[in-house]
Every structure is written in C-alpha cells, then in structure tokens.
C-alpha cells in the first residue's frame, strides 16, 4: 500500500491500522505502507515497509516524511510501487494463491485534498494507480464528482477495486448500504445534509455564537476543507451531491453543474427567526431525476424539527434516499470527524482484501 497524502486523513488513517490491527490479523490481513507521497513534507518510499504511526508522529511535530532533496513525486512513488518486484498484480498467478495463504494486492490511499474545479490532482493519482495495477480508495470526493463515469469504467478495465467510502458522511456506509444491500433498487432521487462544518455554523448561530468563531472551531478539529470556502459557499455539498449522483443515478454531473449557495455571516437573523417559529435553517444538497435529467442543487432551506434533517445538531449529517422498491431510506450520522473517515478507508481496504479472497476462490474453483 502506498498512502497519496499524509495530512489529517492520511495520518489517522495510519494510526487506525495500527489499533485494528487485531481486526487484520483476525482476517489475515497484514498491511504493508510501502511508500508516503506529500506536496509539502517530502516523500519516502521502502519495499520493505514504513513504520507509519512514527512517521506520523514525526510529521505532527513539524518534520518531514522525507528531505525534500530525495523526495520523489506522488507520481513516481505510484509507479515504483506498482512495478516492485514479488508484487502480484490483480488476477495475476500470485493472486490466485489460496485463500489464507500469500496473495497480495497493491492498494493506493489517495488523500490528498479537494480540488473543486478540476477533481485533480486526485484524478491523475487515481489513473496512474489504475495503470499500475493498483486498487484505489480516496477520501476524496473530486475524482467522483467530476470523473466517475470515466474512472469506474477505467478499473474495470484494469480489473480493480474503486472505493471512495469516507468521501461523503466521513465512515458512515452509503455507498456501501446502496450497492451491497439494495440490489436491484433503483435510487429516484436524494435529499440530504452532507457537510459537518455549515451544520455547526448554522447550529451554533441559532444560540447567538459568531460565524467566524464557529468556523474556526471547526478548522481547528480539522473537519473543515484546508480552503474552509469551499465548506462555507457550499462547493463541498455541490461536490458530494455530484458525486452521489454520479454514482447513483448515472447523471455525469459536475460540481458546476449543482445549482448552489452558501452558507455568511448574514444568515443569523433567518436562522434565529426560525428557531423562534420551531423551524431549522439547513444547507440542502438534492438531486431528483426530470425529463431533462438529473437536476441537482445546494440551498438554504428552512424544515420543520419534525423533519429527520430539521432535527440535526452540530456536525451531525443526515442523507434521505429515495428509492423504488424501499420508498425514503434515512441514515444519520451523529457526530462525524476524522476518525470516522480514516475508519472508511480501513472499511474499503477490508472490501478490497474479500475481493481479492474471492477472486482467489474463483481462480481455485475454475476447471
Ligand atoms: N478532514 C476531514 O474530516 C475529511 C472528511 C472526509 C473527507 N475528507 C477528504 O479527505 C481528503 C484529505 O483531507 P485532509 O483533511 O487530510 O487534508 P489535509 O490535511 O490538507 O492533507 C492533504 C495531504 O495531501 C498532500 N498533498 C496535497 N497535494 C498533493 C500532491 N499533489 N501530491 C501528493 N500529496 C499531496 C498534502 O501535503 P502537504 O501537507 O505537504 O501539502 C497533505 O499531506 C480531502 O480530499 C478531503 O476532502 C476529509
């Protein structure tokens, strides 16, 4: 495995590995970070294994992953690792080893942050992975809300997993509730409350706090995107509706192409008349299927508390998915954070490891 991206995500997600790690061993799994690409803070790659939490201690304290003179490029590292030697490619010999016994797969942990605009440079992360042989989970929702369309086509090709859980609600499982358990559900539309820092902002307005102190708070925890704009002008909700409707409804949207507003200072007034009438002033992503296609939007709205995404405190998030056959399926997230995130990427290494056991299976299984 090699982790693109080292910064808050990155780095929780390497001291997760190292506390579930009885939860790894328990199913054979044995995780080795070969390599560590930063913008910033250098590079380090190593076939034989990186101690991870000590690089990530190390880079809490304000040193380097590596001296910037010998750092290679995200780009480099990937192909490095993706020709190492004794590595097996996906559907490779080695790959077909019995269950239980040594196959192995490269896995690229793309973390680096959003751009909005472009989805990049995480797009180009992910196709190099994909050229590579390399299975990809991001944290990032970019790659999906500009190229899914694209991307999932280009890892089938290559014959390898694409998973992007921790990109919308942090760990909480809704791509995987949709595509492990609604087979043949057809999603009509969604309506939900996806961004933890304007549900803070908005919640702590409603008790008279300033929007600027409020915000702080949120970056201070590092939930907000390191260009907090992006959270407070909804381009991060516009972001993960895009995504969500890529994924879900086939819509090759952008996030330009979500209508869209924000979240200012000069929404406390709305906020506290609202809650004076027992109402709640929510940012709203939705997307619903129309005649021209999916339409998808970013809006302050104003819910009753009887609503499930009126009654959210704090950074709670909330998402409301409307289907055929199972009508408004409504999953929220109480309190979400960087742990929760870190725990979708463990949750996708999981969902690749079964993948690459049972293709091991099938490989046994064929004549
Ligand atoms: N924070 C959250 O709660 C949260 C929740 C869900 C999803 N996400 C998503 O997860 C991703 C990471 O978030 P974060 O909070 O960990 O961001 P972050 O703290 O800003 O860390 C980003 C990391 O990516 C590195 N990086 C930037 N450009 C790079 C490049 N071209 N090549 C290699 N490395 C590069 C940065 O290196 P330098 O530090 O050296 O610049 C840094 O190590 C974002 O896409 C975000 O939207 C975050």
Redesign the pocket.
């Given at each position: 495995m090699v982790l693109?991206?080292?910064?808050?995500?990155?780095r929780r997600f390497a001291h997760l590995l190292g506390e579930l790690k009885p939860e790894l061993e328990a199913r054979g799994i044995e995780p080795v970070v070969m390599g560590i690409?930063?913008?910033?803070?250098g590079s380090l790659f190593n076939g034989a294994g990186l101690d991870t939490v000590q690089v990530a201690q190390r880079v809490a304290e304000g040193d380097l992953v590596g001296p910037a003179s010998t750092s290679p490029s995200?780009h480099d590292l990937i192909a490095q690792f993706c020709s190492k030697d004794g590595m097996a490619s996906p559907g490779s010999e080695r790959d077909a080893a019995p269950p239980g016994s040594s196959a192995e797969a490269r896995v690229v942990v793309e973390?680096?942050?959003?751009d909005v605009q472009s989805g990049e440079?995480a797009i180009s992360h992910i196709r190099a992975a994909f050229a590579g042989g390399a299975h990809v989970i991001t944290?990032?929702?970019?790659p999906v809300a500009h190229a899914y369309r694209a991307l999932a086509d280009e890892s089938r090709t290559a014959g390898v997993r694409f998973l992007f859980e921790?990109?919308v609600m942090?760990g909480i499982p809704i791509f995987n509730l949709v595509r492990e358990t609604m087979p043949g559900a057809t999603v009509l539309g969604f309506r939900g409350v996806v961004n933890s820092t304007t549900n803070h902002i908005l919640t702590a307005m409603e008790h008279g706090d300033a929007f600027d102190a409020a915000l702080a708070r949120m970056q201070a925890l590092?939930?907000a995107?390191?260009d907090a704009s992006l959270d407070v002008d909804g381009w991060d909700t516009a972001a993960k509706v895009a995504a969500m409707a890529n994924v879900w409804m086939d819509a090759g949207l952008s996030p330009r192409d979500v209508q869209r507003e924000g979240i200012s200072s000069a929404d406390a007034t709305r906020v506290v008349t609202a809650l004076g009438r027992g109402q709640r002033v929510k940012l709203v992503g939705r997307a619903s299927r129309t005649d021209a296609g999916v339409h998808a939007s970013v809006r302050l709205e104003t819910l009753e508390m009887s609503d499930p995404l009126g009654g959210l405190e704090g950074q709670a998030n909330a998402l409301e998915i409307d289907t055929d056959v199972l009508g408004r399926v409504v999953i929220t997230q109480r309190d979400g954070?960087?742990e929760k995130?870190a725990y979708a990427l463990f949750a996708d290494l999981l969902t690749i490891a079964k993948s690459v056991r049972s293709s091991t299976v099938r490989h046994e299984e064929a004549p």
């Amino acid at each position: 495995m090699v982790l693109i991206g080292f910064g808050h995500v990155g780095r929780r997600f390497a001291h997760l590995l190292g506390e579930l790690k009885p939860e790894l061993e328990a199913r054979g799994i044995e995780p080795v970070v070969m390599g560590i690409a930063t913008r910033h803070h250098g590079s380090l790659f190593n076939g034989a294994g990186l101690d991870t939490v000590q690089v990530a201690q190390r880079v809490a304290e304000g040193d380097l992953v590596g001296p910037a003179s010998t750092s290679p490029s995200a780009h480099d590292l990937i192909a490095q690792f993706c020709s190492k030697d004794g590595m097996a490619s996906p559907g490779s010999e080695r790959d077909a080893a019995p269950p239980g016994s040594s196959a192995e797969a490269r896995v690229v942990v793309e973390t680096t942050p959003l751009d909005v605009q472009s989805g990049e440079p995480a797009i180009s992360h992910i196709r190099a992975a994909f050229a590579g042989g390399a299975h990809v989970i991001t944290a990032n929702k970019g790659p999906v809300a500009h190229a899914y369309r694209a991307l999932a086509d280009e890892s089938r090709t290559a014959g390898v997993r694409f998973l992007f859980e921790g990109a919308v609600m942090d760990g909480i499982p809704i791509f995987n509730l949709v595509r492990e358990t609604m087979p043949g559900a057809t999603v009509l539309g969604f309506r939900g409350v996806v961004n933890s820092t304007t549900n803070h902002i908005l919640t702590a307005m409603e008790h008279g706090d300033a929007f600027d102190a409020a915000l702080a708070r949120m970056q201070a925890l590092g939930i907000a995107e390191a260009d907090a704009s992006l959270d407070v002008d909804g381009w991060d909700t516009a972001a993960k509706v895009a995504a969500m409707a890529n994924v879900w409804m086939d819509a090759g949207l952008s996030p330009r192409d979500v209508q869209r507003e924000g979240i200012s200072s000069a929404d406390a007034t709305r906020v506290v008349t609202a809650l004076g009438r027992g109402q709640r002033v929510k940012l709203v992503g939705r997307a619903s299927r129309t005649d021209a296609g999916v339409h998808a939007s970013v809006r302050l709205e104003t819910l009753e508390m009887s609503d499930p995404l009126g009654g959210l405190e704090g950074q709670a998030n909330a998402l409301e998915i409307d289907t055929d056959v199972l009508g408004r399926v409504v999953i929220t997230q109480r309190d979400g954070g960087l742990e929760k995130t870190a725990y979708a990427l463990f949750a996708d290494l999981l969902t690749i490891a079964k993948s690459v056991r049972s293709s091991t299976v099938r490989h046994e299984e064929a004549p």
